[in-house]
C-alpha cells in the first residue's frame, strides 16, 4: 500500500509554520521555568459533572462509534472525553504526557467507579502501537511536526477510524496579541483547522467535516482575573519582568461591557471542527 500521508506542498507548509509556532513557544516557557504548563489549566479539560448535559462533541461523535469499540484518546488530558466515552465504547485507554492532567483523570476514574479505562503517560510519539479501532486527537494537533509521521502513526494502530478535533484558531490564542508585549515578537499562530483541512485534502482523503458553535469571546469579572489568566495562557510566571510587562499590556487593552465585565479590545473568533476518515484495510 502506497503512504497515506506523503509529503505534499500543504504538509510542507504545515509543518513549516508549526515548527516556527513550536519553537516559539518552547523558548517562552523555557525563560518562564515553568514545570508543568497545564498546571493550571487541568480543570478546563475535565469532563462535565455527572447529571450535567452531554458534551456536544461526544453527540456529534457518537455515529461513528460502537458499544464493541475500543478507543485510544490521544492527549486525553483530564479525561473530558476519555470518562464520557467510557459509557459509550466497550474500553478506552488515555494517553497524555501530563502528570497533572492525569492524576485530575484518575481521580474522575476512581469517583466515578470506571472500570473499562486505562490511563498511559507517554508522548503519542514514544507510545507502542498498540491497536485500537478509533484514534481519537482532541485539540492536539496545533503545531504538531511532522503532520505526516503524526498521523500515519494514528493510521498504524487504528483499525477503523481517525477522529481529529481541531479549531480554527487554538483556544489560548484569545490572548496571543499580547505575545509581543510580553515577548518583544509577534506570535507565530499555530497551524489549525483550515490547514487541517488543506493538508487531508492534499492527500486525497475522503473526511467526514462538521462544525461546531463558534467558541464566544471570554469576559472577566476584574482586571486581575485578566492579568491571571492571561499570565496562565502565556507562560509568564509572577515576579518576572514578562509579567510586569503583561501586566501593563492587558490594563491597556480591557475595556468596558454592557453588563458591568471587562474584555479585551480585539475581535475573537475559533470555531472547532470535528474530522473524521475511515480507515482501509
Not at 55 to 77: E, K, N, Y
Not at 109 to 121: A, H, L, T
Not at 184 to 209: F, K, M
Request: proline letters at 7%.
Amino acid at each position: 500500500m502506497t503512504e497515506p500521508y506523503p509529503v505534499t506542498q500543504e504538509s510542507k507548509l504545515w509543518n513549516e509554520r508549526a515548527v516556527a509556532s513550536s519553537d516559539q513557544s518552547r523558548r517562552a516557557l523555557e525563560k518562564s521555568q515553568i514545570e508543568d504548563s497545564w498546571n493550571q489549566l487541568s480543570a478546563r479539560f475535565a469532563p462535565v459533572a455527572e447529571g450535567e448535559p452531554e458534551d456536544p462533541m461526544i453527540t456529534l461523535m457518537r455515529p461513528w462509534l460502537g458499544p464493541d469499540d475500543r478507543v485510544l484518546d490521544v492527549g486525553c488530558g483530564a479525561g473530558r472525553l476519555t470518562v464520557p466515552l467510557a459509557g459509550v465504547c466497550r474500553s478506552i485507554i488515555g494517553v497524555d504526557s501530563s502528570s497533572t492532567m492525569l492524576n485530575l483523570l484518575s481521580e474522575q476514574v476512581r469517583d466515578r467507579q470506571i472500570s473499562n479505562v486505562r490511563i498511559d503517560e507517554s508522548t503519542w510519539e514514544d507510545w507502542p502501537e498498540e491497536s485500537a479501532d478509533v484514534v481519537l486527537m482532541s485539540h492536539l494537533l496545533y503545531s504538531v511536526h511532522p503532520i505526516e509521521e503524526f498521523l500515519e502513526k494514528a493510521h498504524r494502530v487504528a483499525g477503523r477510524r481517525i477522529i481529529v478535533m481541531l479549531s480554527t484558531a487554538q483556544p489560548v490564542a484569545f490572548f496571543h496579541p499580547l505575545w509581543e508585549a510580553v515577548h518583544g515578537e509577534p506570535r507565530i499562530e499555530p497551524t489549525g483547522a483550515n490547514e487541517l483541512r488543506s493538508v487531508l485534502e492534499s492527500w486525497g482523503i475522503a473526511v467526514d467535516v462538521r462544525a461546531m458553535e463558534a467558541v464566544p469571546a471570554r469576559s472577566f469579572p476584574d482586571a486581575p482575573t485578566a492579568l491571571r489568566r492571561a499570565a496562565d495562557r502565556l507562560n509568564v510566571s509572577e515576579n518576572s519582568p514578562e509579567y510586569n510587562r503583561l501586566r501593563v499590556a492587558v490594563d491597556e487593552s480591557l475595556i468596558g461591557t454592557s453588563d458591568g465585565k471587562l474584555r479585551f479590545s480585539w475581535k475573537f473568533e475559533s470555531v472547532p471542527y470535528l474530522f473524521s476518515w475511515r480507515i482501509d484495510t
